[in-house]
Every structure is written in C-alpha cells, then in structure tokens.
C-alpha cells in the first residue's frame, strides 16, 4: 500500500512548480522508505496516464455528438474562452507526465537497492560459533582438572 502522506507531499510539490526529482529526493532525505517513494512516483504516474486517456477519449467523440453537445454561440470569444482552460489543463497534465517518466528513470540512481547480507551473516555467525564450541570442548578435554572445576562450581 502506497503512503498517501508521500503521494500529497508529491503533489504538493508538483503544484509549487517543483519537479518530481527533487520531491522525490527530499522525502528520501527526510527519512522515508524509498522504495516507498518508488510506489508513489509509479502511483502518480498511472493517474496522470489514467486522466491523459480518459481526456483524449472524450476528444474521439464522433462528430455528430460533438456537434450536438457544443452549446450554439453567436459570440466565437466565449467558446474559444472556455476551451483554453481544458487545453491548458492537457498540457499541463502532459508535462507532468514527462515529469514523472524523467522521475522514474533517475529515481533508479536515488533509491538504493536492498543488500542482502543476511545469508553472508548467519554463514559466518555459524562459523565462529562452531570453531568456539569446539575449542571449548578440546579445551576441557585437554584439561580434565578445568572441567571439575567448573562442574563443580556449577553444582555448588
């Protein structure tokens, strides 16, 4: 599950005009998981991808419901008025997209990928505990008084 509390803080920043990078780069360096972050940045982008289509869908309307649904206006200023903001909104949802491809791609370099240590740990753990427990028990076989001692300090 993605953090919704990234997604808004990358929003947030989209909105300022800020690029995806360096909001991506700041929530790494505050301290959050950045595979985390990754998540996000795909989740924003399958949006942005998501609202791209549904608005060029709605551009494919045949012509005979293009013309049914556009409102009869003597005065051209009014409807090219309208039209603007959608067109502004497309392009800005596109230049958003190409924010977020570019995002991807570099957040490749800022999200370190997860070393696996753990199996090089538990090998060498088991190592040094076995060269331990058997120096342990040469020990007390080498000196048979040293193992009397210590039963007998154990038994009290």
Known sequence: MVNQEIIGGLKN??????SLEKAAQSFVNAGYNPNE???AVSQLSRNATNIISQSEKSKEIS???????????TNQ??????????????????KVIQTIEKAKDELGDIVPKPKFHT???????TIITTILLIGVIILFLAIPELSEIILDALTG
């Open 119 to 125: 199996k090089r740990f538990i090998i060498i753990f």
């Open 13 to 18: 920043a989209l909105d300022r005009g800020e």
């Open 37 to 39: 972050i990754k998540e």
């Open 77 to 94: 200023s009014k409807t090219l008025s309208t039209q603007q903001p959608v067109q502004n909104k497309l392009k800005t949802k596109e």
């Open 63 to 73: 012509p005979q419901q293009n013309q049914q649904s556009k409102p009869i206006q």
